[in-house]
């Protein structure tokens, strides 16, 4: 692509005093004639670069000149490497590359005030790279996954987008199965295989403003709402998990949590992940499967 061509040619420049156009297209896999071209074009966005002619001539930049006030202010810069520098906490080599090249650009270096992390304390999912293999690249990918029931099927996909989405990695693609848009959790996700086949994309809507599978319907019932009663030990979960307009303090110093009901099994092992800390209050149908839940439970260890 020409942009990155305009960058690996600045890049060059900064390294060098002077360079003739001989050596810029060899280096570039170009013609001399497109190496003037897009140093006409970086003159006319303001980079100065300078040709001179002769035995010492060739082309440069002047000295000391860096990218600042040419084309982006200070503080596009420092978003820019900001940016950078929180993608490169993923260990993504073309993102190392190109945070020290533009540093090198810019003259200066991020500031490392914000460290933005996404893999878990045990490591990354080892899908996440093959993934995004085989989005760059268009591959279709093949792969088992077990949705919210722990049932197996066998997918094919044309994988679209990794989305990181509520302490979670998904995948959005379009499954040849299904033939539509779906949502999978890298963590369901079992025997990837990366096929070597390309697929051409498809002309679809804007996939940020897709509906997923992943979005849980609210129930038909009356009792549309969860009403939870959590002791104080709780508290520091309760900040964390919920709302504050849904929170409310007690006398004895116990919560009362009021939030929209949402239909899913999830809710079963998030009330029960509070232990005997919380008990569901309303609607009467949670509160009889989580008492279910307790009994099997309790079954299994005596």
Same mark, same amino acid.
């Not at 060899?26 to 006319?44: F, H, N, P």
């Not at 060739?58 to 503080?75: F, M, Q």
């Not at 993102?95 to 533009?102: F, S």
């Not at 409310?248 to 999830?266: A, C, M, N």
């Given at each position: 692509?020409?942009?990155?061509? %305009?960058?690996?040619?600045?890049?060059?420049?900064?390294?060098?005093?002077?360079?003739?156009?001989?050596?810029?297209?060899?280096?570039?896999?170009?013609?001399?004639?497109?190496?003037?071209?897009?140093?006409?074009?970086?003159?006319?966005?303001?980079?100065?670069?300078?040709?001179?002619?002769?035995?010492?001539?060739?082309?440069?930049?002047?000295?000391? =000149?860096?990218?600042?006030?040419?084309?982006?202010?200070?503080?596009?810069?420092?978003?820019? %490497?900001? =940016?950078?520098?929180?993608?490169?906490?993923?260990?993504?080599?073309?993102?190392?590359?190109?945070?020290?090249?533009?540093?090198?650009?810019?003259?200066?270096?991020?500031?490392?005030?914000?460290?933005?992390?996404?893999?878990?304390?045990?490591?990354?999912?080892?899908?996440?790279?093959?993934?995004?293999?085989?989005?760059?690249?268009?591959?279709?990918?093949?792969?088992?996954?077990?949705?919210?029931?722990?049932?197996?099927?066998?997918?094919?996909?044309?994988?679209?987008?990794?989305?990181?989405?509520?302490?979670?990695?998904?995948?959005?693609?379009?499954?040849?199965?299904?033939?539509?848009?779906?949502?999978?959790?890298?963590?369901?996700?079992?025997?990837?295989?990366?096929?070597?086949?390309?697929?051409?994309?498809?002309?679809?809507?804007?996939?940020?403003?897709?509906?997923?599978?992943?979005?849980?319907?609210?129930?038909?019932?009356?009792?549309?709402?969860?009403?939870?009663?959590?002791?104080?030990?709780?508290?520091?979960?309760?900040?964390?998990?919920?709302?504050?307009?849904?929170?409310?303090?007690?006398?004895?110093?116990?919560?009362?949590?009021?939030?929209?009901?949402?239909?899913?099994?999830?809710?079963?092992?998030?009330? %029960?992940?509070?232990?005997?800390?919380?008990?569901?209050?309303?609607?009467?149908?949670?509160?009889?499967?989580?008492?279910?839940?307790?009994?099997?439970?309790?079954?299994?260890?005596?």
């Amino acid at each position: 692509m020409k942009i990155n061509r %305009l960058l690996e040619l600045i890049y060059i420049l900064m390294h060098r005093k002077h360079i003739r156009a001989s050596e810029l297209a060899e280096q570039l896999g170009v013609s001399r004639r497109t190496i003037y071209r897009d140093i006409e074009t970086l003159c006319a966005a303001g980079i100065p670069i300078y040709s001179g002619k002769g035995k010492s001539g060739g082309i440069g930049l002047l000295p000391n =000149a860096v990218l600042t006030k040419a084309i982006l202010s200070e503080r596009e810069q420092d978003e820019i %490497l900001t =940016a950078l520098h929180g993608l490169s906490n993923m260990n993504i080599a073309e993102t190392n590359d190109i945070l020290q090249r533009l540093s090198m650009i810019f003259n200066k270096t991020a500031a490392n005030w914000l460290r933005v992390d996404f893999s878990e304390w045990g490591g990354t999912n080892s899908y996440f790279y093959d993934f995004k293999t085989a989005i760059l690249e268009n591959r279709f990918a093949e792969f088992d996954y077990f949705d919210s029931k722990g049932d197996k099927t066998r997918r094919r996909a044309e994988p679209l987008q990794l989305w990181f989405k509520s302490k979670a990695w998904y995948l959005k693609a379009y499954c040849l199965e299904k033939q539509s848009i779906r949502v999978f959790k890298l963590s369901r996700i079992r025997n990837l295989f990366v096929t070597n086949e390309h697929y051409v994309a498809r002309n679809l809507p804007d996939i940020q403003d897709i509906s997923t599978e992943i979005n849980i319907n609210a129930c038909d019932d009356d009792d549309n709402t969860i009403k939870l009663r959590i002791e104080s030990a709780m508290k520091y979960r309760i900040v964390e998990d919920f709302d504050v307009d849904e929170i409310e303090e007690q006398h004895d110093g116990s919560y009362i949590v009021t939030l929209p009901w949402k239909q899913g099994d999830w809710v079963h092992g998030f009330v %029960l992940s509070y232990g005997e800390h919380a008990e569901v209050l309303q609607p009467e149908h949670l509160r009889k499967a989580i008492m279910d839940a307790v009994q099997k439970i309790h079954k299994k260890y005596f």
